[in-house]
């Protein structure tokens, strides 16, 4: 037993990004900027959504609790790629090789559900609009965010109990720039075939599977809108375009990563970037700028501080 313990690996070796100086760089100024736009951004939402009573409604609670998830999303993987853009040897311990894996997915699969729940209530407000209501109340509310936790942490519980058991004993290079699943399992010293398949059936054809149920679904209250009137179409396709292109970018990048049997290292590093860095900073873009609410929200705000500062 001794001698499995000593050969056995207590770090990975992570893969850069970049190999020139200019590149990392601009990876650099790229992620940086990005990272501050996340941060300040998904806060912003959260603290507008909290303090003003007129967002306190089933759409804005949810897209908060979006943006805080898309907050610890970026925040598992952003920080660490900024640090090992220079760093020449990217190690990474056992540890937080495991702890990076299970808060992605964790977070991941809440996200998931939290996108269903926004097409759910989309959907009742636009094809069941006298009940909506009585349907999304706080109390249905309270209930899709706990669901989608409970969910989320089962989905990567259920992936992660393996894969700390498997025994790893070099080589230690991780294939990708983060930890994930489907490289880190490849270096176990045993045969992952059937683990492999879990990871691929667990996280890959869930995700195609919403994916193909969300738009679905969008196309549903779409042709739902159509037969009511233009004038509420064109209103209704600008928000419903929103939730679809977050859905897209979102699972796209999931299905590519989990599903695609081929991986290509250059696709991979492209689509992930867009899942940790360009999803996250997309839902304050799309709700901040071209939606009426938060704009008037914006406004209400900036008047406070204006005269909060004239009364000091
Ligand atoms: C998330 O949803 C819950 C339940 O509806 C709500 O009470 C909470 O305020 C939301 N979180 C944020 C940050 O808005």
């Known amino acids: 037993m001794d001698q499995v313990n000593d050969s056995m690996i207590t770090e990975f070796v992570l893969l850069g990004l970049a190999q ?17 736009g996340i941060i300040l951004g998904n806060i ?49 311990s ?13 977070m991941g699969g809440v996200e998931m559900v939290l996108l269903i729940a926004m097409a759910y209530d989309r959907y009742t407000a636009i094809c069941k609009p006298l009940h909506y209501l009585t349907i999304m109340n706080y109390k249905t509310c309270i209930i899709l965010v706990i669901s989608a936790w409970v969910i989320g942490v089962i989905h990567a519980v259920s992936q992660f109990v393996f894969v700390i058991k498997l025994p790893f004993c070099g080589p230690n290079n991780v294939e990708s720039f983060y930890c994930d699943f489907p490289r880190v399992i490849k270096l176990a010293c045993m045969n992952t075939y059937r683990l492999e398949f879990v990871v691929t059936a667990n996280s890959g054809f869930i995700s195609m599977g919403t994916f193909f149920f969300l738009i679905v679904s969008y196309i549903f209250i ?25 859905v897209v970018l979102f699972f796209a990048p999931c299905m590519f990563l989990y599903v695609w049997p081929f991986p290509t ?8 970037i867009v899942d940790f860095v360009v999803t996250p900073v997309l839902n304050p873009v799309i709700y901040t700028l071209r939606n009426k609410d938060m704009k008037l929200a914006m406004r209400r705000l900036s008047l406070w501080v204006i005269n909060s500062r004239e009364v000091s």
């Open 44 to 92: 912003f939402i959260v603290f507008t959504v909290i303090t003003d009573s007129h967002l306190h409604s089933p759409l804005y609670v949810l897209l908060a609790n979006l943006s805080l998830i898309d907050l610890g999303l970026s925040s598992s993987t952003v920080p660490r790629i900024i640090f090992d853009l220079f760093t020449e040897y990217k190690v990474i």
């Open 94 to 106: 056992f540890h937080n090789c495991m702890i990076q894996m299970f808060f992605i997915h964790v």
């Open 265 to 272: 290292k250059s696709l991979d590093k492209f689509f992930a």
């Open 222 to 246: 779409l042709a739902t809108v159509r037969q009511h009137s233009s004038k509420d179409l064109s209103k209704a396709f600008f928000t419903l375009s929103a939730h679809i292109t977050v």
């Open 20 to 36: 020139s100086l200019e590149m990392q760089f601009f990876l650099f100024l790229f992620f940086f900027f990005f990272y501050v």
